[in-house]
Nanobody, 124 residues
Framework: QVQLVESGGGLVQAGASLILSCTVS????????MGWFRQAPGKDREFIAA??????YYADSAKGRFTISRDNARNTVDLQMNSLKPEDTAVYYC???????????????????WGQGTQVTASS
């Protein structure tokens, strides 16, 4: 069983940076495909970034500002978020896909395990 725990969220001013971490237990982070999603009040959960065996994927809203990476020593997947905007305010979730294939990394249905989420608020 894989368990995911997000951390690093908080309240920041627009333009600031945050690093979110997703701690993985039950599997090594290098053996699973991982994604970050977010959900704002009244909106659907949306894809932000994902990392497979050798590729990374980003939503248009994240390109150039966010970076996803693995830390094998800590067994985490991190999301570096720069130049935060008020529209980035949401609950951020990490997710894991145990399949050896990573065909649709942007879709929530691809992922087998989800964390409980961490709140990110960027104030104007």
């Amino acid at each position: 069983q894989v368990q995911l725990v997000e951390s690093g969220g908080g309240l920041v001013q627009a333009g600031a940076s945050l690093i979110l971490s997703c701690t993985v237990s039950g599997r090594t982070v290098s053996s699973v495909n991982m994604g970050w999603f977010r959900q704002a009040p009244g909106k659907d959960r949306e894809f932000i970034a994902a990392i497979g065996r050798s590729s990374t994927y980003y939503a248009d809203s994240a390109k150039g500002r966010f970076t996803i990476s693995r830390d094998n020593a800590r067994n985490t997947v991190d999301l570096q978020m720069n130049s935060l905007k008020p529209e980035d305010t949401a609950v951020y979730y990490c997710a894991a896909d145990r399949s050896p294939y990573f065909i649709r990394p942007t879709m929530t249905s691809t992922y087998d395990y989800w964390g409980q989420g961490t709140q990110v608020t960027a104030s104007s």
